[in-house]
């Protein structure tokens, strides 16, 4: 996919982040910043000439490779807490944090995946970095002692994650076949 055609669909046409990277690789295969909310001082309709007493700000990191999560954690608060002028103060809530996940690209488990849901599909699956921090998987790879296999259904137009987001009913059902094809690979 090209850049163009990926911001487009958004109304962007210049790429943030990373010099010298590919939109693709920043969306799959690189870290992440992200301000999800911020707010503070009046909220209401209109107009206030007033300086906020408290803002507050909810963030949130997707790890890649073998990044810590307390490490980078840390590493947030301590940036924060040292642009903080001196007569003024912070405050951190923790929630959640867990490793991310890769699977090496020559990963039999994907490669058997990929082959089982391109006999369910009418085009062949393709392979995405994507999901990798999901903060589930970690754990699950790392209770299970085992790789963890994402695979996601969605199209590009179900707005995840959004207010308006939607799933498609065929993509449901085609996922419940695609994964007793992958099971069954799996297991053979």
Known sequence: MTTEKFLGEIGLSIPSGEKGRSVMELTWARPTAEVNGIWGGYTGEGFKTVIAAQASAKVSFRLVGAQNPEKIRAAFRAYVTSKIPADCSVEFHKHGGSPAIQLPYDS??????????????????????????????????????????????GLSDDRIHSPNEKYELQSFHKGIRSWIRILDALAA
């Open 108 to 153: 039999a488990l994907l490669n058997t995946a990929k082959t089982a849901l391109s006999d369910e599909w009418p085009k062949p699956a393709v392979l995405i970095g994507m999901g990798g921090s999901i903060p589930i998987v970690g754990d699950f790879q790392k209770m299970l002692g085992m790789e963890s296999l994402l695979v996601g259904f």
